[in-house]
């Protein structure tokens, strides 16, 4: 096997489990896809691009839709947001309190994943946070 933690790689979704869906990794190796980690809809047959996020002693494989690393998850997220506020006139009815399933629902991200990055973006002066949400900061009134 030449591959190793971090590896991008090409998916075909299998069959759904109680506790994921276990993907063909690069048409070769078996890997899972674990539904606690995932944000977003698939299904049985779909082809994704993952990650490698752990190569287990049995040889199978824990993957992950989102590229490891930080800074990496960071910056996309950061971008989702931005776009996201964009796309609903410079407001979204999230914040940090919000539950946690509006947040993978509105933004693909988990809650802790959504306040990295609005904390990220409130530092670099583009957003404010309030009780109503968040907001660009040009669009304070």
Known sequence: MDLKVGDKVDLIVGRNSAIGFTVLVNEEFEGMLYKNELYQKIAEGEKLVGFIKKIREDGKLDISLQALGFKHTIVKNEIAILNALRKNN????????????????????????FKSAIGGLFRQKLIVISEEGIKFVEHIE
């Open 90 to 113: 410079g407001a979204l009815a999230l914040h940090d309190k919000s539950d946690p399933n509006d947040i993978k629902h509105q933004l693909g991200m988990s809650k802790k994943a």
